[in-house]
């Protein structure tokens, strides 16, 4: 049977890093049959350079970050009847082999799997902190090394992952109100609730070229810009899925939610990055992720 996978890379004001991926992308060993870009109003020339483009299907929209981005990418593969749907940040960059090694894995063969992700690395070739996902239980994790030769995970980033059909039409669409950051997890969390597997593929690698990677963001980042807000928000709610999804406990998520916060805010003031300012900010942000519940704007229409 044919396979037809579509890529979609969302983009805001990234166009260098974006040439580099859609060049990456039209290379592939395994070619796609289609490449659609998501462009969120960039102000950066992508417009006009995406115009001057031939064989990319290309969808500006008002900046909606990369949920509504992924959003826009993901209903409009679906509805176009893809197999496998692949997305992409523009500052990904994927090996030009990272498609084939998806198909050539033992683990898509698992009749359950509802994504795959590639490895990401940074510039220097080490593991990209940001993309790395959350585990699954010890015997899981195990047992798929020993079958599939791929690590079994929960969750996944939207650097470079490969979504199966079945799941999309099962969970639908991210959710637009997290803008930005943990969209993708709540999204690849929502197909582990709905039974769907998820793997780690070792040989389809990608490149992440972020200027930082830092274990924990949080603690040198600056709470004064816009993206901070979603950035503290969406994990709050994402560390009270997680434990919620794994221990179906929703005291354990407050709890960790809670040591999450402290910690922050005890390694900020070693490195003397908190000031009242900043504490303040972070507090408010923290609340707002502890009665943040974007699952009310969930409706499956891909269907």
């Given at each position: 049977?044919?396979?037809?996978?579509?890529?979609?890379?969302?983009?805001?004001?990234?166009?260098?890093?974006?040439?580099?991926?859609?060049?990456?992308?039209?290379?592939?060993?395994?070619?796609?049959?289609?490449?659609?870009?998501?462009?969120?109003?960039?102000?950066?020339?992508?417009?006009?350079?995406?115009?001057?483009?031939?064989?990319?299907?290309?969808?500006?929209?008002?900046?909606?970050?990369?949920?509504?981005?992924?959003?826009?990418?993901?209903?409009?593969?679906?509805?176009?009847?893809?197999?496998?749907?692949?997305?992409?940040?523009?500052?990904?960059?994927?090996?030009?082999?990272?498609?084939?090694?998806?198909?050539?894995?033992?683990?898509?063969?698992?009749?359950?799997?509802?994504?795959?992700?590639?490895?990401?690395?940074?510039?220097?070739?080490?593991?990209?902190?940001?993309?790395?996902?959350?585990?699954?239980?010890?015997?899981?994790?195990?047992?798929?090394?020993?079958?599939?030769?791929?690590?079994?995970?929960?969750?996944?980033?939207?650097?470079?992952?490969?979504?199966?059909?079945?799941?999309?039409?099962?969970?639908?669409?991210?959710?637009?109100?997290?803008?930005?950051?943990?969209?993708?997890?709540?999204?690849?969390?929502?197909?582990?609730?709905?039974?769907?597997?998820?793997?780690?593929?070792?040989?389809?690698?990608?490149?992440?070229?972020?200027?930082?990677?830092?274990?924990?963001?949080?603690?040198?980042?600056?709470?004064?810009?816009?993206?901070?807000?979603?950035?503290?928000?969406?994990?709050?709610?994402?560390?009270?899925?997680?434990?919620?999804?794994?221990?179906?406990?929703?005291?354990?998520?407050?709890?960790?939610?809670?040591f999450f916060y402290f910690y922050t805010i005890l390694n900020r003031y070693k490195k003397g990055n908190l000031d009242f300012k900043s504490l303040l900010?972070?507090?408010?942000?923290?609340?707002?992720?502890?009665?943040?519940?974007?699952?009310?704007?969930l409706k499956n229409d891909a269907n």
């Amino acid at each position: 049977m044919i396979v037809k996978i579509a890529a979609v890379v969302v983009t805001y004001n990234r166009i260098e890093l974006l040439k580099k991926c859609v060049d990456c992308l039209i290379n592939q060993s395994r070619k796609l049959d289609e490449i659609i870009i998501i462009n969120n109003s960039s102000t950066d020339g992508t417009s006009d350079w995406l115009i001057e483009q031939t064989g990319l299907t290309i969808i500006t929209q008002e900046n909606k970050g990369s949920a509504g981005g992924q959003y826009t990418g993901i209903k409009t593969a679906f509805e176009k009847g893809y197999d496998w749907v692949w997305c992409l940040d523009a500052d990904v960059v994927p090996n030009l082999d990272a498609l084939e090694m998806f198909l050539n894995s033992e683990a898509i063969k698992d009749r359950s799997v509802g994504f795959l992700s590639s490895t990401v690395y940074t510039s220097q070739n080490s593991l990209s902190y940001i993309n790395l996902p959350y585990m699954e239980d010890s015997h899981t994790i195990v047992e798929s090394l020993t079958k599939y030769n791929s690590l079994s995970i929960s969750s996944s980033s939207f650097g470079s992952v490969l979504f199966s059909r079945n799941a999309i039409k099962c969970v639908g669409y991210p959710i637009i109100d997290f803008f930005v950051w943990g969209d993708d997890v709540e999204y690849t969390f929502r197909m582990r609730e709905k039974g769907f597997n998820g793997y780690l593929i070792f040989t389809s690698r990608a490149v992440h070229f972020d200027e930082t990677n830092l274990q924990n963001p949080f603690i040198e980042m600056d709470f004064s810009v816009v993206k901070s807000f979603y950035a503290v928000r969406n994990t709050i709610f994402t560390i009270k899925l997680r434990n919620k999804i794994k221990y179906n406990s929703n005291l354990r998520g407050t709890i960790s939610s809670f040591f999450f916060y402290f910690y922050t805010i005890l390694n900020r003031y070693k490195k003397g990055n908190l000031d009242f300012k900043s504490l303040l900010k972070f507090s408010q942000y923290f609340i707002s992720g502890l009665i943040y519940n974007p699952r009310k704007f969930l409706k499956n229409d891909a269907n």
